[in-house]
């Protein structure tokens, strides 16, 4: 097989080499650079339900509590206080570790584009040796005409010794 068609076509696995038809084009595909990285993630096609929390029912009017009404009113008020101050301690560590996640996505992303960029560079690599190797073939060919030649002019030779002494023995 030819370095050509090694590098450049012919019936080639998805393993990364080049198709045969390399015009230039793309496999970049929109709707997945844009995918969500969770299907629960925010985002202006996914803003959530705009839901909240409401431990007690709202009061539609002025009224009186009794004094065990208030009584368990301020024992849950004590333990939503206390609720709160855990979930902001708990969001507060889920914020650090989506900022974490989010470092890790991009200095990946850009570990990704370090690669993208010394494939392309790999590749050129490769394209010019072909280029070099295609420049060579007429030197090789030449080399195989004298070869050819060298073989000929000895078969001829050998041909012309051997009648003679085909002639000579008769």
Avoid at 71 to 78: E, V
Wanted: proline share 4%; glycine share 12%; hydrophobic share 35%.
């Amino acid at each position: 097989m030819s370095l050509q068609l090694r590098l450049f076509g012919g019936g080639q696995d998805a393993a990364g080499k080049l198709s045969g038809t390399n015009d230039g084009g793309h496999a970049i595909d929109k709707s997945k650079v844009l995918a969500q990285t969770d299907a629960a993630a925010i985002s202006p096609l996914n803003p959530g339900d705009f839901g909240s929390i409401r431990s007690v029912p709202v009061v539609p009017a002025p009224r009186y509590f009794t004094k065990d009404e208030a009584d368990g009113l301020k024992d849950l008020a004590k333990e939503k206080t206390d609720g709160a101050r855990q979930a902001k301690r708990g969001y507060k560590a889920l914020g650090k570790i989506e900022a974490a996640d989010a470092v890790v996505h991009k200095e990946h992303r850009k570990y990704e584009g370090v690669v993208a960029d010394n494939e392309l560079k790999k590749v050129r690599s490769n394209a010019g040796l072909a280029k070099k190797l295609h420049g060579l073939r007429p030197g090789y060919a030449r080399l195989g005409m004298g070869i050819d030649k060298a073989e000929n002019d000895a078969r001829t030779r050998i041909d012309a010794i051997r009648a003679k002494l085909t002639a000579g023995m008769n």
